[in-house]
């Protein structure tokens, strides 16, 4: 056989290469003085090779990867976390929490987590890598317990390299009322003194303030911002008051709505009586 039929017979394929089974070529110290860069082999990670020392591009997870003597092992940088658009939630909310998680070298398989001040860490139900520099998160607010702030949010790879943003996401939840909405009674026009106590209470332990947000309380009384007290002398005429009270603690408010009903009474001038009349 010539030469050029020996050519002939290697190129002989349907795509014009030369085939593996017709090569038996081997190098050594290869330098490429190129300046694009070496083509590697590109696949899937179901079409991985089985022997050690090969490289490759993994397209299924956009990452290079080599094969040592027990299996693949990625080639990756570690994840950096500089911010996170949200540092407060509120746990007894109800409901997810989305959290925009800003850095770099972000990358497909990326997880996100939260580490509390005990160490306990919990996953995100949800982590959307949006690109290299952003990461989306999605948690369950009751995942986070207020004695455990503030937590660090850990970004992780899939081959265990992690990047944390430490002290960046607090616990702060809203006042609950203990003091139930409606109708608060009825009080006689001419009496003075405390009528009603409106308490609110809050889990993280931040003092509670009262304000009156819309509607009037009674003539001549006021709310104490401070206790909730409602005080002062009853006067005008006979009437419901409706009110709405704004609870604050820290930076969370809740608002509930009262009424307060005011009746002529069988008042003396001297005090003595403060009982209410019937038969104005």
Request: charged share 15%; hydrophobic share 30%; aromatic share 6%.
């Amino acid at each position: 056989m010539t030469k050029a039929r020996d050519i002939a017979n290697l190129l002989s394929t349907a795509n014009g290469k030369i085939a593996g089974s017709n090569l038996d070529v081997s190098f050594e110290n290869i330098s490429d003085t190129g300046t694009t860069g070496t083509k590697v082999a590109s696949g899937t990670s179901a079409q991985r090779g089985s022997t050690t020392g090969q490289f490759r591009f993994n397209s299924t997870t956009g990452k290079f990867e080599g094969r040592n003597n027990s299996g693949f092992v990625t080639l990756e940088v570690t994840p950096t976390v500089t911010s996170v658009d949200d540092a407060e939630v509120d746990s007894a909310g109800g409901g997810n929490q989305t959290f925009v998680i800003t850095g770099t070298n972000f990358s497909s398989g990326d997880i996100a987590s939260f580490v509390g001040t005990d160490a306990s860490t919990f996953n995100a139900s949800s982590t959307t890598v949006n690109s290299a520099t952003q990461i989306t998160a999605v948690v369950a607010k009751s995942s986070f317990i207020n004695s455990k702030e503030p937590y660090d949010i850990k970004i992780a790879t899939s081959g265990g390299l992690s990047g944390v943003l430490e002290n960046s996401v607090s616990v702060d939840n809203s006042p609950t009322w203990s003091t139930t909405a409606g109708n608060l009674g009825t009080k006689g026009i001419g009496i003075t003194g405390t009528h009603f106590t409106l308490s609110a209470t809050d889990s993280d332990g931040d003092t509670v303030a009262y304000t009156v947000q819309s509607g009037s309380l009674p003539t001549g009384t006021s709310l104490n911002s401070s206790t909730g007290v409602i005080s002062g002398t009853i006067g005008g005429s006979a009437s419901t008051f409706s009110f709405t009270v704004r609870a604050t603690a820290n930076s969370k408010t809740v608002d509930r709505a009262f009424q307060i009903t005011t009746e002529l009474t069988n008042y003396f001038g001297d005090g003595s009586d403060g009982s209410l009349n019937t038969t104005p």
